[in-house]
């Protein structure tokens, strides 16, 4: 096991590292105007303003009873005439004289005259009127007011952002057809290795099938980023110049996966540097220590790479923790910091302070509300079973360490991740 050393680049130090070159990238970024309809997990391109105000009139936020507030001054109980019926979409005017009110259906306008709504469940109707108890309502109650939500000119949406359904819904409630997104970031990816095999071929002895593509793949894919898989390139520096300069055609991203650690060949840091400006870094965590980020050039096409560890566990925390803020902003998207719960400890954890540590965890409810978390077991970077068995990442920081049986943790959720 690898001990963290004072040349080891905090987790922190990366991150800020990283970002400094991706978003002024993305502030850079070509932009497109799409349908609304075929925007989701786009990245808007512009600030949008309210073109209407929202709701566009004052309206009914229930079914119920619409009447002039100042009538409950002064009174126990009252009773009113009903004077009108008003549904959603009504467009005649209707002004109702004090002393009567009108029936009314949430969204419907608020007619002349009227400033409060009753919900029909507290009245009682006989014939034409209604009667109910003063106190049951206060003047304004159950209305929605003209641009509460939106006013015209007023900032909707904020550039950056990631377009989620409720956006859409947004979007489309101001008579928004078309918006402007960045471009999605193309990205290229293939595994080293000369013991590496392709599915359907036969294991020898040595051997192991790539499983690092594959998660890659469905990692990149829930980005929605452009994908371009570049399979297995072996430890020959000739196949590696050829797959780097294809993938420099076509990527804004190059992601590989093993030969970035202390005793790979040679070579493969050294033709990674012939394309570029490659920084080589010990990273203080685990798993995830070796890892390579900078520039790729040949001729007019470049691109930035990520070198990943080779150990399947190693590929997606790294990539969870770095690659996917950085593939964010290089899209025009805003930072992310990972979103972490505070869990309790189900068992004792050992740790050495120097290092930021992502132990795999299963994370639950008790009887009492609280969460509590336990590793999965055995935490070896080679493992990827234990990925499938966990449903999250137990963050232990920099300057953590040992921790006791309940311990307050922070932990990284995989819902919606993995």
């Known amino acids: 096991m690898a001990h963290p050393s004072s040349e080891d680049l905090p987790v922190d130090k990366v991150r800020d590292l990283i970002r400094a070159v991706c978003e002024p990238l993305g502030r850079q970024r070509t932009r497109e105007m799409i349908a609304l309809e075929t925007s989701l997990g786009r990245i808007l391109a512009e600030d949008i303003l309210s073109p209407i105000d929202i709701p566009s009139a004052n309206n009914s936020a229930m079914d119920g009873y619409a009447f002039n507030g100042s009538v409950l001054s002064g009174h126990e109980t009252i009773s009113l005439e009903v004077a009108h019926t008003i549904f959603a979409g009504h467009t005649e005017k209707c002004v109702i004289a004090s002393g009567t009110c009108a029936r009314i259906m949430t969204g419907a306008p608020l007619p002349d005259g009227c400033d409060t709504v009753i919900p029909q469940e507290l009245v009682k109707v006989d014939n034409q009127f209604i009667r109910f108890q003063c106190d049951l309502v206060r003047p304004g109650d159950n209305v929605r007011l003209r641009g509460e939500e939106l006013s015209t000119g007023q900032l909707a949406l904020a550039q950056g952002q990631m377009l989620s359904p409720a956006h859409l819904g947004l979007l489309a409630g101001l008579g928004i057809a078309q918006v402007s997104v960045y471009q999605k970031v193309s990205v290229g990816f293939f595994s080293t290795g000369s013991e590496l095999r392709s599915l359907g071929e036969t294991l020898d002895s040595g ?43 076509t990527c804004d991203v190059i992601i590989t996966s093993g030969g970035v650690s202390v005793g790979q060949a040679d070579y493969t840091k050294q033709i990674m540097q012939e394309f570029g400006s490659i920084d080589f870094w010990k990273v203080a965590m685990r798993p995830g220590r070796p890892m390579a980020f900078g520039h790729l050039k040949a001729a007019e096409d470049e691109a930035l790479l990520f070198g990943l560890p080779g150990n399947p566990v190693a590929v997606m925390v790294t990539f969870y923790q770095f690659v996917q803020e950085a593939l964010h902003l290089l899209g025009g998207g805003q930072s992310l910091e990972p979103l972490l719960v505070n869990a309790v400890l189900a068992e004792p954890i050992r740790k050495r302070a120097g290092r930021t540590e992502y132990q795999r965890g299963i994370c639950q409810r008790l009887a009492n509300g609280q969460l509590e978390v336990r590793t999965t077991g055995s935490q070896g970077s080679g493992m990827l079973s234990s990925m499938v068995a966990a449903n999250c990442l137990i963050v232990l920081d920099h300057e953590q360490e040992s921790l006791n049986v309940g311990d307050t943790v922070p932990v990284q959720l995989f819902n919606g991740l993995i």
């Open 207 to 249: 051997s192991a099938y790539d499983s690092n593509r594959y998660t890659l793949m469905g990692m990149l894919t829930r980005l929605g980023v452009q994908t371009h898989d570049f399979g297995i390139v072996r430890d020959d520096p000739k196949e590696l110049r050829e797959v780097f300069h294809k993938a420099l055609k």
